[in-house]
């Protein structure tokens, strides 16, 4: 059986035989991996009233130490939303109280999100969830090459510069 992008490859074979296209079959494959799995973790989300911007805050601010606390640019630094999505993305999550938002003692030009009692709960619903989407979208691949694979996206994602250092 092939999938859509081998056909796409066996065309440009066909039509460019003289263009090594081979990258084309990983990239094109991440680019339809990424859309399909974002479809499955947005359907996810959803059942729980979010998406995955305001997830990934809600996550970051979980798995940080408590009580459950940054700053904005730390969030930032700390999660997979963009900076301008940072200010709007937690004036939503502050009216639905799942986040607070209080200046520091020690410095006033800096704020502090936390989540409150409310978004605490509801991560601890979603994540389960989400793990369990993962774990669906994953089933296919024995864990030996689930593992394989993870290693070798870090390899990628670090020799473009996706460093734990660069956070």
Same mark, same amino acid.
């Given at each position: 059986m092939a999938d859509h992008v081998e056909l796409v490859l066996k065309q440009w074979h066909d039509q460019r035989p003289d263009l090594d296209v081979s990258p084309m079959g990983v990239i094109g494959r991440l680019a339809r991996l990424h859309r399909l799995i974002d479809a499955e973790l947005r359907r996810t989300f959803a059942a729980h009233e979010l998406d995955r911007a305001s997830f990934d805050v809600l996550a970051t601010l979980r798995r940080s130490d408590p009580p459950h606390r940054l700053t904005p640019a730390e969030l930032m630094r700390a999660s997979m939303i963009t900076s301008g999505a940072v200010t709007q993305r937690l004036d939503r999550l502050e009216a639905r109280g799942l986040v607070t938002r209080t200046p520091s003692e020690s410095d006033g030009r800096v704020v502090h999100v936390t989540l409150?009692?409310?978004?605490?709960?509801?991560?601890?619903? =979603?994540?389960?969830?989400? =793990?369990?989407?993962?774990?669906? =979208?994953?089933?296919?691949?024995?864990?030996?090459?689930?593992?394989?694979?993870?290693?070798?996206?870090r390899d990628l994602l670090e020799s473009l510069g996706d460093t734990a250092d660069a956070l």
């Open positions: 409150t009692e409310e978004g605490y709960a509801l991560i601890e619903r =979603v994540l389960p969830d989400h =793990v369990e989407t993962e774990h669906r =979208v994953l089933a296919a691949l024995p864990e030996d090459r689930r593992a394989a694979l993870a290693e070798t996206l």
